[in-house]
Structures are given as structure tokens and as C-alpha cells.
């Protein structure tokens, strides 16, 4: 996305009503694929929206859809939601060779609300990837080796953490302080 790609067009109401069809449906809902409008347009900062067990029921929705898949982490527009909303979870077994070479280890369940990404250093990682929303499809990407994730937690809480190899399914945490000196393992979160 670039800053001129248009944000949704849909209503905090309109976005409710939607989440709610989603929910009630008695069913997985589908991943939308590439070329649907969710994915075409920038997803609008979550800053409410939902009601908390909306939100939760949602959370919850989305991280099956993301194990049935199976993947490890899935974004509200794949689901044709547009909200800054994703849930991560890399629990699945991998030759501890490959593991290595990633730098991949197991990330516990996260769900992050209007994450932000920033590199951290010049270095990159590439690796095979595959997204939920272009079913069948892998390619070697190029990421940058280091990230800091900012993000909001379902209760409002601020977090950060530094993730190595720039990908999700092979993070370890390190929150910084205020100061940014390394802490114990885990997210760092704040009020």
C-alpha cells in the first residue's frame, strides 16, 4: 500500500453490521483472494468500532480461519474486513536445519490492532513465502532482517518488540524500555 491508496469507503456502523454477518454465519468465512476491493483499499485504523465481545468473538473467528488455512497470521481485510486487525501464531514443527537457517523459533498467539513495521538496520532475509489471499502460490521474499512491531492489544495496551528475520513465523521478542535498552523476553506493553 501507498499513501495514496484510498481507505475504505465503509462506515464504523457499516463495519459492525459486516463483522456481525461474518460471526452469525454459523461457518468459517472464506479468505478473500487477491483483487478484492478489502485488499485494494487501506484498512481503517481500529479505534473502537467493535464492541469488546465483538471484538473478541472476532479474534477468536479469525485465528481458526488462520489454523484451518493453515497459516500463521491473517489480516481483518483478508477476511474482507477493513480494520487494522491481524492475529499471529507459528506453532507448527519444522526441520530444526530450516528452522535454523530462518531463524524461525515458535511465536505465541498475538492479536494486534493497527500494527506499524519499521526496519531496523539495512540487512535483509529472503525466504519462501506463500499469503493466505494468493492461494497456491509461494515466492522468495526479501525482508528487512530486523523489525520493530508497534501495535495496540485488544485492551488498549501499547506494545513493542523487535522481531529477527523480518517475519512473523520466526520472531523472538525483545521489548525495549523507554531508554531502548533490552528488557526480559516478551512483548513490551505499556498503559
Not at 120 to 133: D, I
Request: proline share 10%.
Amino acid at each position: 500500500m501507498t499513501p495514496s491508496t484510498p481507505g475504505t469507503a465503509m462506515t464504523d456502523d457499516q463495519i459492525r453490521e459486516l463483522v456481525e454477518q461474518i460471526l452469525s454465519a454459523g461457518m468459517l468465512p472464506p479468505i478473500v483472494q487477491a483483487g478484492h476491493p478489502a485488499l485494494r483499499q487501506r484498512a481503517a485504523a481500529y479505534n473502537g468500532q467493535l464492541p469488546a465481545d465483538q471484538l473478541a468473538r472476532l479474534i477468536e473467528l479469525m485465528r481458526q480461519v488462520m489454523h484451518e488455512a493453515p497459516g500463521v497470521g491473517l489480516a481483518a481485510p483478508q477476511l474482507g474486513i477493513p480494520l487494522q486487525i491481524a492475529v499471529l501464531e507459528d506453532q507448527y514443527d519444522v526441520d530444526p536445519e530450516a528452522a535454523a537457517l530462518r531463524n524461525r523459533i515458535p511465536l505465541e498467539f498475538l492479536a494486534i490492532l493497527n500494527p506499524r513495521y519499521t526496519p531496523q538496520g539495512s540487512g535483509t532475509a529472503a525466504f519462501y513465502e506463500g499469503c493466505l489471499s494468493l492461494n497456491g502460490l509461494q515466492a522468495v521474499v526479501a525482508r528487512p532482517e530486523n523489525v520493530l512491531l508497534e501495535y495496540e492489544t485488544p485492551d488498549a495496551r501499547r506494545c513493542s518488540a523487535s522481531f529477527p528475520a523480518g517475519r512473523p513465523g520466526s520472531c523472538s521478542t525483545k521489548p525495549t524500555t523507554s531508554t531502548g535498552s533490552s528488557t526480559s523476553t516478551g512483548p513490551s506493553c505499556g498503559p
